[in-house]
T-cell receptor, first 113, second 113 residues
Framework: EAAVTQSPRNKVAVTGGKVTLSCNQTNNHNNMYWYRQDTGHGLRLIHYSYGAGSTEKGDIPDGYKASRPSQENFSLILELATPSQTSVYFC????????????FGPGTRLTVL | GDSVTQTEGQVALSEEDFLTIHCNYSASGYPALFWYVQYPGEGPQFLFR?????EKGSSRGFEATYDKGTTSFHLRKASVQESDSAVYYC????????????FGTGTSLLVDP
């Protein structure tokens, strides 16, 4: 069974603070993705990675950085968090073998005060 | 760039009603099309896909047919149940866009018992 886990599940941060969201996958997939989900916008891609050491900008990368230190782990970093980054963040993994069907984690609810 | 349009933001039905959720896409090349479902408190999960014109995808009683002529992939179910209440996302993957998923804004389905 495909497995993607995220931590923390809930986070409250202060404006200007640094936030790191973590994602781990045991699917051995090459590709990993970070999305944010907002009402009226659906799921929007922030950053993605094709493998360890690689990160690519998605559709809305401003204000976010990503890190892929290993096949299993993919982090999303908010260096200076702002209230506009309050959202639910989802990590996903996928591979060409599954015709790019993506497996999602349970999400992290981030509130920036 | 590629885009997916879901015209219904919310759909309210009674059990055993027929469901249609409309999905239209705009993409260069020949995209693969997907439906994902998201239950409350969970991440989206893959429902089914179709990769070529006239191909029908189906799962759990839901189905959709890839129509390149009308650039559509409408989701249908003959008889909905209360347990089908969820948010449904149409999505596409295009090789011209680096094999990234592009999601629609989602349709929230509420089924009354």
């Amino acid at each position: 069974e495909a497995a993607v886990t995220q931590s923390p599940r809930n986070k409250v941060a202060v404006t200007g603070g640094k936030v790191t969201l973590s994602c781990n996958q045991t699917n051995n997939h090459n590709n990993m993705y970070w999305y944010r989900q907002d009402t009226g916008h659906g799921l929007r891609l922030i950053h993605y990675s094709y493998g360890a050491g690689s990160t690519e900008k998605g559709d809305i990368p401003d204000g976010y950085k990503a890190s892929r230190p290993s096949q299993e782990n993919f982090s999303l970093i908010l260096e200076l968090a702002t209230p506009s980054q309050t959202s639910v963040y989802f990590c996903a993994s996928g591979d060409s073998d599954t015709i790019y069907e993506q497996y999602f984690g349970p999400g992290t609810r981030l509130t920036v005060l | 760039g590629d885009s997916v349009t879901q015209t219904e933001g919310q759909v309210a039905l009674s059990e055993e009603d027929f469901l249609t959720i409309h999905c239209n896409y705009s993409a260069s090349g020949y995209p693969a099309l997907f439906w994902y479902v998201q239950y409350p408190g969970e991440g989206p999960q893959f429902l089914f896909r179709a990769s070529r014109d006239k191909e029908k995808g189906s799962s759990r009683g839901f189905e959709a047919t890839y129509d390149k002529g009308t650039t559509s992939f409408h989701l249908r179910k003959a008889s909905v149940q209360e347990s089908d209440s969820a948010v449904y996302y149409c999505a596409l993957v295009s090789s011209n866009m680096g094999y990234k998923l592009t999601f629609g804004t989602g349709t929230s389905l509420l089924v009354d018992p």
